[in-house]
Structures are given as structure tokens and as C-alpha cells.
């Protein structure tokens, strides 16, 4: 039997691959929409490890304890147990607790993970059709093409707007579904009206909202406020309640952040030419099927 690199499935591989050496490390900023696939399989990946890690501390003071029975008590060897034993309760109380610290570090990172590529998509998606304007001036005039300095395309790019009255982007503002609707809409990627966003997705992309501004700013404490702009919350918490995300919670947040975002990337692909007939779909009427199988 080989257990080694050579007997790796396709899966191992790629996520084995993905810890040794991240590629957005290889590439500048542009590339959204691999990123946030990349920042989506960190977090999901650096949770479960962790998950993994918590039982095995809990299984090595239990190997260490049966060969202390065997082999004998020394002074020395019952000491290092006695770490094991300590390092397994505390794993094991996480264990049976939820791991709720693993679960909101892990949600923490999917919603900046949502953020950015709605950040960044919108404007360029936007731009692109002034930013062709200004490729074809290059390629038809090459001896003006050195005046293009980014600054000067900036203000070409900023003046054609002005003049057609572009629609101005929103600054990432409020929570749920909204927050994003907002600023994709002046770049036609807001929700198209046969594909509304359900209730419930977005109600769990508010509760999340306000969970991750209380989690960042309260201590991890629930605040008027926040049952203010989700008051479904109020089913779970009271003003002054400390958050603690257990696992139904992280299926359900992170189901929510991974539906909505390939929401957006389906309507960014569908408006390319070719890609328009698409039939798959993200679900959003079964939106927490999205969740990991083993999360």
C-alpha cells in the first residue's frame, strides 16, 4: 500500500495544491470572481480543518492514556499526559459547544468574500464599454495613445458618464439583499424582475449583516440596533445576548452568501454573447441546499 503524493484523488490534489501556495499571490487584482471562489474555498477549508484538528486533539489523549496503561506510570510521562488531557477537554467542550469562535471566523470571512466582488464588479462592469471606446481610440490613433496616461482615461471615462448620465454607483450600505442590489443596479446586474430574491435569503443575509457589525463592533454582543434591522433575531436573542453561531447557523449563513453570490455571477455571465442561453441556474427558491455537504 502507498500513502503518499502519488495517491491522491483530483480533489486532494487541488485542495492540498491551494494550501501550498495560493495563486492570487501570482496575480494582481482583477481577477473577482476566481478570488472570491478562492476566498470561499479558504474559509470553508480553514474551518473544517480546524473542526478536524479539535477531534484529533480529543483522540490523542486517549491513544496517549491507553499506552501510559501499557507501558507503565512515570513521573515524567504522567505529566505529558495530563497536557493531553487538559488540550482534550477543551476540545472537547468546543466540540459540544458547536464551535461557535471556528463557525463566526469562518462567516466573517464568507461575507467579506461576498463584498468584495459586488465592490469591484459593479464598476468595472460598468466601465467597460467606455473602457472599449478608449482600446478602439488606441488602436486607431496608436501616436495618441501615449496622452492615454490612467488618469487621463479615468477622466475621458468620468466625462463620457457625466455627459450620457450614467447612473452613479452606491457605496455598500444597509444589509440584506438590498446592501448589494443598490450599487449593482447602476451597472445592470441588480436582480432581473422574473428572479426577485426570496424572503428568506434575505433574511438571512440580514441577520448575518447585523451578526457580523456586532461580532466586529459590539464584543459579539447583540444590540438594540441589531434587532432593529433584523428583527427575526429577536427568536434567538435579546439586547445584550452574546452571539454564539453553532453549526444549523453556519449551514444557513453560509448557505445564504454562497446562493446570492452565484446570483450575481450568473447574471454578469448571462450578459456576454454565447453565454446568454445558460440553463443552469443558481436555485434560489432551495437557496439553503448551497451550504457545503459536510458543513
Known amino acids: 500500500m502507498t500513502i503518499d503524493e502519488n495517491s491522491l484523488g483530483d480533489y486532494a490534489r487541488q485542495q492540498l495544491e491551494a494550501v501550498r501556495r495560493d495563486r492570487r499571490l501570482e496575480r494582481g487584482h482583477g481577477a473577482m470572481i476566481d478570488d472570491f471562489g478562492l476566498a470561499v474555498e479558504e474559509a470553508e477549508r480553514t474551518r473544517a480543518i480546524s473542526r478536524i484538528g479539535l477531534h484529533e486533539i480529543r483522540a490523542a489523549y486517549e491513544r496517549e492514556r491507553a499506552a ?90 468620468a466625462g463620457m458618464q457625466e455627459l450620457l448620465k450614467v447612473e452613479e454607483l452606491k457605496i455598500l450600505k444597509g444589509k440584506g439583499a438590498t446592501r448589494y442590489e443598490r450599487r449593482l443596479k447602476a451597472a445592470g446586474l441588480d436582480a432581473p424582475q422574473d428572479r426577485p430574491i426570496p424572503d428568506g435569503l434575505d433574511q438571512a443575509l440580514k441577520e448575518f449583516g447585523v451578526i457580523r457589525d456586532c461580532l466586529i463592533h459590539r464584543g459579539g454582543r447583540i444590540d438594540p440596533r441589531a434587532l432593529e434591522l433584523a428583527p427575526s433575531l429577536g427568536s434567538s436573542y435579546k439586547g445584550g445576548d452574546l452571539i454564539r453561531l453553532g453549526g444549523g447557523d453556519y449551514r444557513t449563513y453560509s448557505a445564504a452568501i454562497r446562493c446570492y453570490a452565484a446570483e450575481v455571477i450568473d447574471r454578469l455571465y448571462r450578459r456576454w454573447p454565447g453565454l446568454t442561453d445558460l440553463e443552469e441556474r443558481p436555485d434560489l427558491e432551495n437557496w439553503r441546499g448551497h451550504h457545503l455537504v459536510d458543513a
Open 68 to 157: 501510559l496503561d501499557t507501558e507503565g506510570i512515570d513521573g515524567r510521562r504522567e505529566q505529558d499526559v495530563q497536557v493531553f488531557w487538559v488540550r482534550a477537554e477543551m476540545a472537547r467542550a468546543e466540540i459540544e459547544n458547536d464551535y461557535p469562535a471556528i463557525n463566526a471566523q469562518a462567516l466573517l470571512a464568507l461575507n467579506s468574500a461576498l463584498d468584495a466582488p459586488v465592490e469591484h464588479l459593479a464598476p468595472a462592469v460598468r466601465d467597460l464599454p467606455f473602457e472599449m471606446q478608449m482600446k478602439k481610440a488606441k488602436e486607431e490613433v496608436p501616436e495618441a495613445a501615449r496622452h492615454l496616461t490612467p488618469e487621463v482615461r479615468r477622466k475621458l471615462i
